[in-house]
């Protein structure tokens, strides 16, 4: 996730209400620790300095507002001054989905789901435990146990979030993606997991368009060696017909027809048990496994929801997400906090551009959590809920995946709700959680995120590793954190992990974001500091559009960019092509289709132009960043390091680049 940029202004767009200060989690977080600790905390830039200078206290803290049901030892945090290599709450024993299922009124409503206009259903809690517990002695019958993994292609349905939860009652570890994606990127993530069972969608709707996935289903599951038992989940009505064409695979409704309801049973573990695997964008290769651990998901995503959104018991919140993105897992946690999950599938524009605040109308979202290319394409479609719908029942919208412009922070309380909490937040997969959000006892500021993470020690750093008050640097984490991946999945040494965080500044977690304190005590975050891609808050890996790309006979090899285009920015495909081909209309169809198939929709390049040369190191590795440079008009740095600098002419002052 990258958020913010722009300029900021000293007048804030919103200020909390003193009502709505007194009443809020973190006033009365504040009041609890003075009282428990002897502080005189005043304010939140007070509580912030306390959870980071005393870790393991507020981290307790978080277990009680929680009341995480589990053993949390003696020991708060052992080798607290080592990063990596840090252990929060070494003794505890939990379980995640317990914690997810603590008991609650049966009737009570625990998703609401939409399928676009084609599917509407309302989930009791009583309904899900009822399904967990069928899954959960379905998947053990299967042969899932402890460390185990069970791998999902899913929509954003309320079936998917009972696979996670019955796995991870098992101590399995759970890991998904969206069923847009290609053949290759199912395998690519999955394959290096090795998954025992296989659970997947029929097919899923998408603007309106009925989209099948038996023939992808059918080259897949054959090359995913490990999984015992596939099992196929009715969208589209056609379960049954699509398992019948497959090995080893069952309808949902035949892999838990052998069993009835029982009383839920939950595997108790320790607190950094492996219990989701997320992907890294594939930028250079492969994605990365990424394996969070149950108890620093479960504390970081409390603390966000109660203290950071302000939610409480009861209250209804929407995340517009897939299921391979973060925020996926980022939003099945609020059921810890007795929160109604508001599901959505498909495209935010259908069967009309007004269709998801039709939805938190009706449903009466608490919180509507999107990214910054809906609200920027919601102000540009003329939309202005303001006048034609009741959100009287929401109180803060969360942006993340791409920059909010300032215009679209003004266009929220203009034209969406004048008296909301607007948070622009900030972090990624690498955390399953945020660096820096939302303070709902603070002032909004143009172009600003708030703040920084309680108990997250973030800064800015120069290329020298020396703090900046002003400017830009990189955006680092100073501090141990309980959310920080567990390990990476065949990354035995760890090498591979500490290469990812550790290399630049050692001992020091460098997230690989561009940011920038304000003079209120905020962030902006100007983008990415690596070459990753990240058009409409969708994070791709060029490695992935290259595999797809190249495999069009004409092509000989291809370099990718994000070229900042329109409040978002836009991908850039150049294609060097074999002698005597041209690239004409149909070429360009065809790497278009090629992409779109085999990676998905949100891989397929905006602008594809060709080029005679690509520039690359001496080592041979093509130079992304380098061209995104030239294209921006910027300075390439150190072009010595470059075997052909003169090929970074081919790419600058494109005319098909400025339209």
Known sequence: MTTTTGTTTGTPLWTPSPERVAQSGITALIARVNAAHGTALSDYRDLHAWSVAEP???????????????????????????????RFFPQARLNYAENLLRPRDPASLAFVFRGEDKVERHIAFGELTALVSRLQQALKAAG???????????????????????????????????????????????????????????????????????????????????????VIVSYLGEAEQVAAQLPDAVSLDGFIAPFAPAPLAFEPLPFDHPLFILFSSGTTGVPKC???????????????HRLHCDLVPGERLFYFTTCGWMMWNWLVTGLASGLTLCLFDGSPFAPSPSVLFDYAQTERFALFGTSAKYIDSVHKEGLRPIETHDLSALKAITSTGS??????????????????????????????????????????????????????????????????????????????F????????????????????????????????????????????H???????????????????YAQAEQVPEIVEALAID????????????????????????????IRTQIRTGASPRHVPAKILAVNDIPRTRSGKITELAVRDVVHGRPVKNTEALANPESLELFRNRPELAN
């Not at 065949?490 to 992990?497: E, Q, V």
Request: proline share 6%; with cysteine.
């Open 527 to 545: 983008g990415r500091s690596d070459a990753t891609l990240n058009p409409q808050g969708v994070r791709i890996g060029t490695a992935e559009i």
């Open 563 to 590: 070229q900042d285009w329109d409040n978002d920015v836009r991908v850039v495909l150049f294609v060097r092509l074999r002698e005597g081909v041209a690239l004409d209309d149909a070429l360009e169809k065809r």
């Open 56 to 86: 393991g206290t507020f981290w307790q803290e978080i277990w009680r507002l929680g009341a995480v049901i589990g053993e949390q030892g003696n020991v708060l945090l052992a080798d607290g001054e080592r990063m990596p290599g840090a």
């Open 482 to 525: 309980p959310c920080m991946p567990v390990m990476f999945w065949n990354d035995p040494d760890g090498a591979r992990y500490r290469a990812a965080y550790f290399d630049r500044f050692p001992g020091i977690w460098c997230h690989g974001d561009f940011a920038e304190w304000t003079c209120h005590g905020g962030l902006i975050i």
């Open 403 to 480: 920059p909010l412009a300032p215009e679209s922070f003004s266009f929220v309380y203009e034209g969406i709700k004048a008296d909301v909490h607007l948070a622009s937040i900030s972090g990624g997969t690498d955390i399953v959680s945020c660096f820096v959000l939302g303070d709902p006892t603070a002032p909004v500021y143009k172009g600003e995120i708030q703040c920084a993470g309680l108990g997250m020690a973030v800064d800015v750093w120069s290329d020298d590793g020396v703090p900046l008050a002003e400017g830009r640097g990189e955006l680092v984490c100073t501090r141990p």
């Open 290 to 304: 990424i394996v969070h651990g149950a108890g620093g998901t479960l504390l970081q995503h409390i603390k966000e």
């Open 144 to 230: 899932v146990g402890v460390g185990d993994r069970v791998a999902a292609t899913m929509p954003n349905l309320p079936e998917t979030i009972a696979v996670m939860l019955a796995a991870s009652s098992l101590g399995a570890v759970f890991s998904s993606c969206s069923p847009d994606f290609g053949e290759r990127g199912i395998l690519d993530r999955f394959g290096q997991i090795e998954p025992t069972v296989y659970v997947a969608c029929d097919g899923y709707w998408y603007n309106g368009k009925r989209v099948s996935i038996a023939d992808k289903l059918a080259a897949v599951v054959p090359q995913l060696a490990s999984v015992a038992k596939t």
